[in-house]
């Protein structure tokens, strides 16, 4: 009975703690990849803080009572991910040139997404989010690239509305 | 005189099997004294009476890891930590990764790995899919077989499910290992307490040979001030460990590993570093026409958060300055 208590509680404190980060999602629309039907995995994914991930926080729960669960604690974010080649972007709208460049650039574009999370907490706002993202241009590789990863950003979201 | 020769031969024999090792590895950050004797538990009662050479080792760092993965000693290699397929999680894409207790992402490391080693397991979630590429990709031996996992999983049944699947490659009776209740006498415990029985005379341990020509790499000096760890890779493919505490290394990269005129090197350090400031490395390459760029902030911090890049590029005499 004290286990399936602890359960409850343990369960709702982490959904309390994924709402109080709304603060973050709104932020987080800054970046046009990451819009309304990306939210829902955001809400989760801060929902521990501390940059440890919702399924961080599972396993933190399965090790106390149902065994120790070997999922990888802290997630990240690949915006531009394994499965992504000039090829199927150009399937999902993209020029050939703007396929290109985000596949040359993919791992800064990674990084760059990953260390502007690190950088945010359930306070920031939109503003700081698309001043923090604005400071990456450079090191993703210049404006053609911004603008090749925001179309991308806007054919998914398209696809998934 | 017969016998001494007997004698002589049966004591090579050992020595044969004595150079044969089983590695047992785990890097999880602060996993529980409990499991971490439950681990130990399960690993001994399968290989205590083997006749292989055991090791088990807890907390071991990317540099340990590498060093046993391209170890001629080593027959089979147990690898307990956590781990994540390439997934999407409500549309966020995450990327795959085998993360160690320091949170550094070491699957790339797995890319390296002696052709004396036969069978690797990899015991954590989802991992199966990381090794399952590089199957693909061509980065394992022919005589590799691999083990891991395209779920979740809890680490007392994924060792079970380890051991069992290698028992074919190093176990005299694998198929009694697999029976639950076996009517042989080692097996008259649980499946979960089989012994392992040696395989036969194996084969002895090849000197792994080298086909390091140096005209077809890139030798690069690496100063390492802070000493971090860290995984360098090109193009996805993995160059070399950062040992902690070393602050000089030298690296090789592939020649044909340029793209767009330049060759991207990346610096994988653990998230916990991501707070100690500055990470930088002073590159020095063997070639006079190179020279190298590394993206940092106007504050002077390297980009790319827990990601360094450095930019091998051919150098124009106005790139002088750099």
């Known amino acids: ?161 | 005189m017969k016998l001494i020769i007997c004698f002589i031969l049966l004591l090579l024999s050992f020595s044969v099997f004595a150079e044969k090792q089983i590695v047992v590895l785990s890097s999880i950050d602060e996993l529980p004294h409990g499991i971490k004797n439950s681990i130990d538990r399960q690993f001994n009662d399968a290989f205590k009476y083997s006749g292989y050479r055991y090791t088990i080792q807890h907390s071991v760092s990317a540099e340990k890891l590498s060093e046993y993965l391209n170890s001629d000693d080593v027959y089979a290699l147990f690898y307990i930590s956590h781990a994540t397929s390439a997934r999407s999680v409500n549309g966020i894409p995450f990327a795959s990764s085998i993360t160690n207790k320091d949170g550094l992402d070491v699957s790339k490391v797995f890319q390296k790995i002696n052709s004396n080693i036969k069978y690797l397991s990899i015991i954590g979630c989802s991992a199966k899919f990381i090794l399952d590429a590089y199957k693909e990709r061509g980065y394992f031996h022919d005589d590799l077989s691999y083990y891991s996992f395209d779920t979740d999983v809890f680490i007392k049944s994924a060792i079970n499910k380890s051991l069992k699947a290698g028992a074919e490659l190093y176990d005299a009776e694998p198929r009694s290992f697999l029976r639950a209740n076996s009517s042989l006498s080692r097996s008259q415990r649980t499946t979960r307490k089989q012994v392992i029985g040696i395989k036969g005379l194996m084969n002895q341990t090849v000197e792994e040979q080298s086909d390091f020509i140096h005209s077809e790499y890139l030798k690069v000096d690496v100063i390492n001030k802070n000493q971090f760890e860290g995984v360098i890779s090109v193009n996805d493919i993995y160059i070399g460990v950062l040992k902690k505490g070393k602050e000089n290394q030298t690296f090789y990269i592939p020649n044909g590993l340029d793209k767009n005129g330049r060759i991207k090197l990346i610096v994988n350090y653990p998230k916990a570093i991501l707070q100690t400031g500055a990470k930088s490395l002073n590159l020095q390459i063997d070639d006079q026409n190179m020279a190298v760029k590394h993206p940092t902030d106007a504050a002077g911090v390297p980009s790319g958060g827990n990601l360094n890049f450095y930019y091998l590029v051919k150098s124009s005499p106005s790139d002088s300055h750099l």
């Open chain 1, 1 to 161: 009975m004290k286990k399936f208590l602890a359960t409850v509680l343990l369960l709702s404190s982490m959904t309390f703690s994924a709402n109080s980060n709304a603060g973050l999602v709104l932020g987080l629309t800054g970046n046009p990849l990451i819009l309304a039907p990306m939210v829902p995995a955001l809400l989760l994914t801060a929902g521990t803080g501390g940059g440890n991930s919702f399924l961080g926080g599972l396993a933190v729960f399965g090790g106390s009572f149902l065994g120790f669960f070997l999922l990888n604690e802290t997630g990240t974010v690949s915006v531009i991910s394994e499965s992504d080649s000039v090829e199927s972007l150009v399937a999902e709208g993209m020029s050939q040139a703007d396929a290109e460049l985000l596949d040359s650039n993919r791992e800064e574009i990674n990084a760059a997404v990953n260390a502007v999370f690190a950088t945010l907490d359930e306070k920031s706002t939109r503003e700081e989010v698309a001043m923090k993202w604005a400071e990456q241009k450079d090191f993703i590789g210049g404006e053609e690239v911004l603008n090749a990863y925001n179309l991308l950003g806007n054919l998914r979201v398209l696809k998934n509305k």
